[in-house]
């Protein structure tokens, strides 16, 4: 019997970013792929909300349900209990007032069994970010394109290409840091601006789209496994399962359709069956 995998932890990952070494983060929203995703040794687990779109069909992210997202959560952890899972705290979640903020991140570390939350931040959101680390609450602080702020862009787009939304980036990262963020998600930023925020950094800082300086990368996993209708030119597809299981739902398709469903396993013994057709021949 194979020994189970050794616990990560995020002290376990800030070692590893202090020592010059990589880590990765795939997105997760179910314990049958957390599994596997343990099984090959990915360190950190995001339950994003990204589930809006590739799980509840939704065009953005803004239409993750709190209550959905704690539950994929807390069924990551039971699918990987080894593995630093992070649970993204969706729109409306923190936003609106403080106390409603702790309360909500709150129910992710206690039903979801997190490890830490993730909310889309800048620097006016210090304040929060120092709140929840005073509760306990370990926080990733994720600056750059905030997705969850698509709709005043209309639609997503990348950050930190001029010199003053690159400072904005850089300022909003260190105060974050400063307010005792436990780790900063970059996205969708020059290579040269992510490098600035992991030098200035002294914490893990995980890149979305934000090249290769950064401790730790993530993408959705539907588009590195080629799930994905359209493809994010930093994610590069490590499989087509997409067309794999359209083939496989081909073949079943033919299958259903010629009958061919194999041997079938459950059986009557013969003194019960003619029990059954006396017993239904008599109630007709």
């Known amino acids: 019997m194979s020994e189970a995998p050794a616990r990560i932890t995020l002290r376990e990952l800030s070692r590893t970013a202090r020592e010059g070494g990589r880590f990765s983060c795939l997105t997760c929203y179910d314990a049958t792929t957390a599994r596997w995703l343990e099984a090959a040794g990915v360190e950190v687990l995001l339950v994003g909300d990204t589930a809006a ?22 069924a990551v952890r039971r699918g ?14 923190y936003q609106a007032d403080d106390a409603e903020a702790l309360r909500n991140a709150a129910r992710f570390m206690t039903e979801g069994q997190a490890d830490c939350v993730k909310i889309e931040a800048d620097r006016l959101h210090a304040p929060l970010v120092e709140r929840m680390a005073r509760a306990g609450i370990p926080v990733v602080a994720h600056v750059g394109s ?13 950050s930190g290409r001029t010199a003053e939304s690159a400072m904005r980036i850089l ?10 963020a436990s780790m900063i998600l970059v996205e969708a ?50 499989a087509a399962l997409g067309e794999s299981l359209e083939q496989a739902a081909r073949a079943w398709r033919d299958r259903v359709r010629r009958g061919d469903l194999g041997e079938h396993p459950y059986r009557i013994p013969a003194d019960e069956l003619a029990r059954l057709q006396q017993l239904a021949g008599s109630s007709a």
């Open 53 to 74: 779109e590739v799980i509840l069909g939704f065009p953005s992210t803004i239409h993750a349900p709190l209550g959905l997202l704690v539950a994929l959560t807390a």
């Open 189 to 238: 930023c020059p290579a040269e601006v992510a490098a600035m925020v992991v030098e200035r950094s002294t914490v893990p800082v995980i890149g979305c789209g934000a090249g290769p300086a950064c401790h730790g990368q993530v993408v959705v996993l539907h588009d590195l496994v080629g799930l994905s209708a359209w493809q994010p030119s930093f994610a590069r597809p490590a």
């Open 80 to 93: 990987a209990p080894s593995r630093v899972v992070m649970a993204d705290m969706p729109f409306m979640s």
């Open 171 to 180: 300022n909003d990262a260190a105060a974050l840091e400063a307010a005792g």
């Open 146 to 158: 905030k997705p969850q702020q698509s709709k005043l862009k209309g639609g997503y787009a990348s």
